[in-house]
């Protein structure tokens, strides 16, 4: 079986979905090194290989043309910066393959979203503007894929943009593809230990110009976590 290999020295996401959780630490490592900039097109097309997914069309373009976009951090952000993409691309791929997701449709929406869900985040929330990181990260996406997309599948993704503001997270989602990439949102700081939640707290906190300790930043991140929970049965059994 042909080994699609995201980066050197690493294994396949087929490897380590398929010896998942004992591959947990491999991950690990990708996910926490910030000392090489991610190279996202070549990440997200042996991801989307890995699931089975080789025929792109006219996607093959846009997710040229989103790796180059997302490869910028114009505001300098320690947080919602190309490792952070780097991360939910790799967690919503694993997730997709341990919880089954068929439709190729869905996996090349899952890869674009993951991709670009904080585009140009502008680092600290804009007070009184909920929701403006997702609506505008939605405008910059929709400006590049406008043409390929259906009112029914611009009104979903914009959506799922949406419910990836975290203090008021749903309480109840229905569509798998929207799960996964909320799941996928939080479990870098979830499912690799409190070590390395600490450690992404810190970077939100530069991030934020957070004044507290770094501690404090990470448990009411658990505090609101709490009450809203994960949604997949995969993505628990991996915390």
Known sequence: MRQYIFEKRYPS????????????????????????????????????????????????????????????????????????????????????????????????????IALTHDLNHQGRRIINLPYYQEDKSFKDLNYIIYKKITNKRYNRIKRIFKSTFFPVKPLSVKDDLEKIILDADVLGSLMFGMSTGIKFAGRLKHEIRFDNKTDILFRGFLKLLDSKSLYLDSSKKSC
Do not use: G, M
């Open 13 to 112: 996401l087929s490897y380590i979905a398929k010896n998942w959780p004992r591959t947990k630490n491999l991950l690990k490592k990708f996910v926490l090194s910030n000392q090489k900039k991610p190279d996202f097109y070549k990440i997200c097309i042996n991801c989307l290989k890995d699931l089975n997914v080789f025929k792109l069309k006219d996607y093959n373009l846009i997710l040229k043309k989103l790796s180059k976009l997302s490869s910028n951090n114009f505001t300098y952000n320690s947080y919602h910066d190309q490792h952070h993409f780097k991360s939910v691309i790799l967690i919503s791929c694993l997730l997709a393959k341990l919880s089954k997701l068929k439709n190729s449709e869905d996996k090349i929406l899952l890869v674009i």
